[in-house]
């Protein structure tokens, strides 16, 4: 039987502000190992809005989260903090790197910082081992200003 890594049942998001916007509702879906998945739509529709609530950035209105197992809607902050970390890795659109950092250290950091002390070395092989994979290692000692946004 495949692993569902993550349940989304109906969730919705609405904003008050001034006024009621409702940004999406009744969004449900699963993934499962192995699975790659798309998320599409126009600009404004809630793509973003959806990864974050995903990651527990941003609070679900309606519905719930589930990744490998776990409520993300009802995970204290430092246990979402510590889901964000070990398990999801985002990539933004509009790419926040330390611009004074490598590509590699850039990449090692979450490692770094990460409750696992890894040792340096090995942090440095496993991203290595990443960079050769998504055939960037010819990038590794670039600065961000130095890439495309590609």
Known sequence: MDEVLLEVLDVGKTYTDVERVEVFRS?????????????LGPSGSGKTTLLNMIAGIEDVTEGKIILKGAEVTKLSSSETAHLRNEE?????????LFPHLTVLENIAFPLLIGGRRLGKK???????RIMDQLRISHRRHHRPEYLSAG
Do not use: A, P
């Open 122 to 128: 090995v942090v440095e092989d496993k991203v290595v």
């Open 27 to 39: 969004i449900t879906f699963e993934v499962k190992r192995g699975e790659i998945v798309s998320i």
């Open 88 to 96: 999801i890795g985002f990539i933004f659109q509009l790419y926040y």
